[in-house]
T-cell receptor, first 110, second 114 residues
Framework: AQRVTQPEKLLSVFKGAPVELKCNYS??????LFWYVQYSRQRLQLLLR??SRESIKGFTADLNKGETSFHLKKPFAQEEDSAMYYC????????????FGSGTQLTVLP | DSGVTQTPKHLITATGQRVTLRCSPR?????VYWYQQSLDQGLQFLIQ???????AKGNILERFSAQQFPDLHSELNLSSLELGDSALYFC?????????????FGPGTRLTVL
Protein backbone atom coordinates (compact mmCIF):
# COMPACT_ATOMS: atom_id res chain seq x y z
CA ALA A 1 0.00 0.00 0.00
CA GLN A 2 1.11 3.54 -0.65
CA ARG A 3 1.79 6.17 1.95
CA VAL A 4 2.45 9.92 1.85
CA THR A 5 4.17 11.72 4.69
CA GLN A 6 4.25 15.44 5.29
CA PRO A 7 6.39 15.88 8.40
CA GLU A 8 5.43 19.49 9.13
CA LYS A 9 1.92 20.22 10.31
CA LEU A 10 2.62 23.95 10.57
CA LEU A 11 5.15 26.10 8.77
CA SER A 12 5.64 29.83 9.12
CA VAL A 13 7.93 31.98 7.01
CA PHE A 14 8.31 35.69 6.44
CA LYS A 15 7.23 37.32 3.21
CA GLY A 16 10.04 37.20 0.68
CA ALA A 17 11.75 34.25 2.32
CA PRO A 18 12.17 30.90 0.58
CA VAL A 19 9.76 28.17 1.52
CA GLU A 20 9.97 24.41 1.22
CA LEU A 21 7.16 22.05 2.12
CA LYS A 22 8.35 18.50 2.50
CA CYS A 23 6.69 15.42 1.12
CA ASN A 24 7.94 11.85 1.18
CA TYR A 25 6.18 8.84 -0.20
CA SER A 26 6.36 5.09 -0.22
CA UNK A 27 5.05 3.12 -3.16
CA UNK A 28 6.45 0.12 -4.95
CA UNK A 29 5.44 1.15 -8.46
CA UNK A 30 5.68 4.35 -10.50
CA UNK A 31 3.44 6.91 -8.86
CA UNK A 32 2.08 10.20 -10.00
CA LEU A 33 2.66 12.92 -7.44
CA PHE A 34 0.58 16.05 -6.92
CA TRP A 35 0.39 19.09 -4.73
CA TYR A 36 -3.08 20.32 -3.82
CA VAL A 37 -3.80 23.61 -2.08
CA GLN A 38 -6.75 24.72 -0.01
CA TYR A 39 -7.05 28.45 0.60
CA SER A 40 -9.22 29.66 3.43
CA ARG A 41 -12.91 28.97 2.75
CA GLN A 42 -12.16 27.58 -0.69
CA ARG A 43 -12.23 24.10 -2.11
CA LEU A 44 -9.24 21.88 -2.60
CA GLN A 45 -7.57 22.58 -5.92
CA LEU A 46 -4.68 21.18 -7.85
CA LEU A 47 -1.52 23.25 -7.64
CA LEU A 48 0.84 21.16 -9.71
CA ARG A 49 1.73 17.64 -10.74
CA UNK A 50 5.12 16.13 -11.30
CA UNK A 51 4.51 14.96 -14.86
CA SER A 52 3.88 18.47 -16.13
CA ARG A 53 7.09 19.85 -14.62
CA GLU A 54 5.65 23.33 -14.61
CA SER A 55 5.83 26.24 -12.21
CA ILE A 56 2.51 27.45 -10.85
CA LYS A 57 2.31 30.69 -8.84
CA GLY A 58 6.08 30.49 -8.49
CA PHE A 59 5.96 27.02 -6.93
CA THR A 60 7.95 24.09 -8.27
CA ALA A 61 8.32 20.50 -7.17
CA ASP A 62 10.75 17.89 -8.36
CA LEU A 63 10.19 14.19 -8.02
CA ASN A 64 13.25 12.55 -6.50
CA LYS A 65 12.79 8.83 -6.93
CA GLY A 66 15.99 8.02 -5.08
CA GLU A 67 14.86 9.83 -1.96
CA THR A 68 11.15 9.16 -2.68
CA SER A 69 10.43 12.82 -2.16
CA PHE A 70 8.38 15.49 -3.87
CA HIS A 71 9.11 18.68 -1.97
CA LEU A 72 7.31 21.89 -2.89
CA LYS A 73 9.46 25.00 -3.17
CA LYS A 74 9.10 28.69 -3.77
CA PRO A 75 12.02 31.11 -3.68
CA PHE A 76 10.09 34.12 -2.40
CA ALA A 77 6.95 33.49 -0.38
CA GLN A 78 3.98 35.86 -0.60
CA GLU A 79 1.26 36.47 1.97
CA GLU A 80 -1.34 35.10 -0.44
CA ASP A 81 0.49 31.76 -0.35
CA SER A 82 -0.85 31.16 3.14
CA ALA A 83 -2.96 28.03 2.86
CA MET A 84 -3.14 24.34 3.58
CA TYR A 85 -0.99 22.26 1.26
CA TYR A 86 -1.49 18.57 0.63
CA CYS A 87 0.86 16.24 -1.14
CA UNK A 88 -0.92 13.38 -2.91
CA UNK A 89 0.01 10.20 -4.71
CA UNK A 90 -1.89 8.40 -7.39
CA UNK A 91 -0.85 4.82 -8.07
CA UNK A 92 -0.46 3.34 -11.53
CA UNK A 93 -3.17 0.95 -12.68
CA UNK A 94 -6.90 1.16 -12.93
CA UNK A 95 -7.52 2.37 -9.37
CA UNK A 96 -6.87 6.06 -9.63
CA UNK A 97 -7.80 7.37 -6.22
CA UNK A 98 -5.48 9.79 -4.46
CA UNK A 99 -3.64 9.05 -1.25
CA PHE A 100 -3.08 12.27 0.63
CA GLY A 101 -0.53 13.33 3.19
CA SER A 102 -1.75 14.93 6.40
CA GLY A 103 -1.16 18.42 5.07
CA THR A 104 1.00 21.39 6.00
CA GLN A 105 -0.53 24.70 7.05
CA LEU A 106 1.69 27.41 5.60
CA THR A 107 1.53 30.88 7.08
CA VAL A 108 3.43 33.67 5.39
CA LEU A 109 4.03 36.51 7.82
CA PRO A 110 4.22 40.15 6.68
CA ASP B 1 -21.45 26.83 -11.39
CA SER B 2 -20.18 24.10 -13.71
CA GLY B 3 -17.89 22.64 -11.09
CA VAL B 4 -18.51 19.84 -8.62
CA THR B 5 -21.42 20.59 -6.35
CA GLN B 6 -22.29 19.03 -3.03
CA THR B 7 -25.37 19.24 -0.88
CA PRO B 8 -26.02 19.93 1.86
CA LYS B 9 -23.24 22.24 3.02
CA HIS B 10 -23.76 21.41 6.65
CA LEU B 11 -25.53 18.57 8.37
CA ILE B 12 -26.10 18.15 12.07
CA THR B 13 -27.60 14.93 13.32
CA ALA B 14 -27.62 12.55 16.26
CA THR B 15 -25.87 9.26 16.90
CA GLY B 16 -27.64 6.28 15.42
CA GLN B 17 -29.18 8.28 12.61
CA ARG B 18 -28.76 7.92 8.85
CA VAL B 19 -27.89 10.67 6.38
CA THR B 20 -27.39 11.00 2.64
CA LEU B 21 -24.81 13.28 1.07
CA ARG B 22 -25.19 14.24 -2.55
CA CYS B 23 -22.61 15.06 -5.20
CA SER B 24 -23.00 16.27 -8.77
CA PRO B 25 -19.83 15.91 -10.85
CA ARG B 26 -18.57 18.38 -13.43
CA UNK B 27 -20.29 18.14 -16.77
CA UNK B 28 -18.66 15.35 -18.77
CA UNK B 29 -16.88 13.71 -15.86
CA UNK B 30 -17.68 10.03 -15.45
CA UNK B 31 -15.69 9.26 -12.31
CA VAL B 32 -16.78 10.28 -8.84
CA TYR B 33 -14.63 9.88 -5.74
CA TRP B 34 -15.60 10.30 -2.10
CA TYR B 35 -13.12 11.37 0.56
CA GLN B 36 -13.43 11.89 4.29
CA GLN B 37 -11.44 14.58 6.06
CA SER B 38 -11.24 14.33 9.81
CA LEU B 39 -8.91 15.93 12.33
CA ASP B 40 -7.22 12.71 13.35
CA GLN B 41 -7.24 10.79 10.05
CA GLY B 42 -6.64 13.57 7.52
CA LEU B 43 -8.00 13.19 3.99
CA GLN B 44 -8.89 9.56 3.30
CA PHE B 45 -10.27 7.98 0.16
CA LEU B 46 -13.55 6.17 0.67
CA ILE B 47 -14.87 4.94 -2.66
CA GLN B 48 -14.85 5.57 -6.41
CA UNK B 49 -17.55 5.13 -9.02
CA UNK B 50 -17.13 5.22 -12.75
CA UNK B 51 -20.17 5.55 -15.01
CA UNK B 52 -22.43 3.95 -12.45
CA UNK B 53 -20.15 1.14 -11.35
CA UNK B 54 -18.05 0.84 -8.23
CA UNK B 55 -14.38 0.85 -9.21
CA ALA B 56 -12.32 1.15 -6.07
CA LYS B 57 -12.84 0.98 -2.35
CA GLY B 58 -10.73 2.56 0.32
CA ASN B 59 -11.21 2.89 4.05
CA ILE B 60 -14.97 2.85 3.88
CA LEU B 61 -16.89 1.44 6.82
CA GLU B 62 -19.60 -1.17 6.29
CA ARG B 63 -22.09 1.33 7.70
CA PHE B 64 -21.34 3.55 4.72
CA SER B 65 -22.47 2.95 1.17
CA ALA B 66 -22.55 4.87 -2.05
CA GLN B 67 -24.02 4.75 -5.50
CA GLN B 68 -23.82 6.60 -8.78
CA PHE B 69 -26.99 7.16 -10.72
CA PRO B 70 -27.59 7.19 -14.51
CA ASP B 71 -27.33 10.98 -14.56
CA LEU B 72 -23.89 10.49 -12.91
CA HIS B 73 -24.67 12.18 -9.65
CA SER B 74 -23.62 10.22 -6.61
CA GLU B 75 -24.90 9.75 -3.10
CA LEU B 76 -22.99 8.68 0.00
CA ASN B 77 -25.16 7.06 2.63
CA LEU B 78 -23.96 6.99 6.21
CA SER B 79 -25.95 4.94 8.71
CA SER B 80 -25.83 4.13 12.43
CA LEU B 81 -23.85 7.30 12.85
CA GLU B 82 -21.26 7.60 15.58
CA LEU B 83 -19.55 10.64 17.07
CA GLY B 84 -16.39 9.70 15.21
CA ASP B 85 -18.13 10.06 11.86
CA SER B 86 -18.13 13.82 12.29
CA ALA B 87 -15.97 15.07 9.45
CA LEU B 88 -15.85 16.96 6.19
CA TYR B 89 -16.89 14.75 3.28
CA PHE B 90 -15.54 15.70 -0.12
CA CYS B 91 -16.60 14.54 -3.51
CA UNK B 92 -14.30 14.83 -6.52
CA UNK B 93 -14.82 14.07 -10.18
CA UNK B 94 -12.57 13.40 -13.13
CA UNK B 95 -12.96 12.73 -16.81
CA UNK B 96 -12.15 9.07 -17.13
CA UNK B 97 -10.89 5.99 -15.45
CA UNK B 98 -7.88 4.90 -17.47
CA UNK B 99 -6.34 8.26 -18.13
CA UNK B 100 -6.96 9.45 -14.67
CA UNK B 101 -7.22 13.13 -15.36
CA UNK B 102 -7.23 15.85 -12.81
CA UNK B 103 -9.63 15.38 -9.92
CA UNK B 104 -11.81 18.41 -9.26
CA PHE B 105 -13.12 18.74 -5.75
CA GLY B 106 -16.42 19.94 -4.45
CA PRO B 107 -16.78 22.32 -1.50
CA GLY B 108 -17.54 19.47 0.89
CA THR B 109 -20.33 18.62 3.31
CA ARG B 110 -19.58 19.16 6.98
CA LEU B 111 -21.24 16.47 9.05
CA THR B 112 -21.59 16.91 12.78
CA VAL B 113 -22.85 13.98 14.83
CA LEU B 114 -24.03 14.92 18.32
Amino acid sequence: AQRVTQPEKLLSVFKGAPVELKCNYSYSGSPELFWYVQYSRQRLQLLLRHISRESIKGFTADLNKGETSFHLKKPFAQEEDSAMYYCALRPSGSARQLTFGSGTQLTVLP
Amino acid sequence: DSGVTQTPKHLITATGQRVTLRCSPRSGDLSVYWYQQSLDQGLQFLIQYYNGEERAKGNILERFSAQQFPDLHSELNLSSLELGDSALYFCASSVDLAGGGEQFFGPGTRLTVL
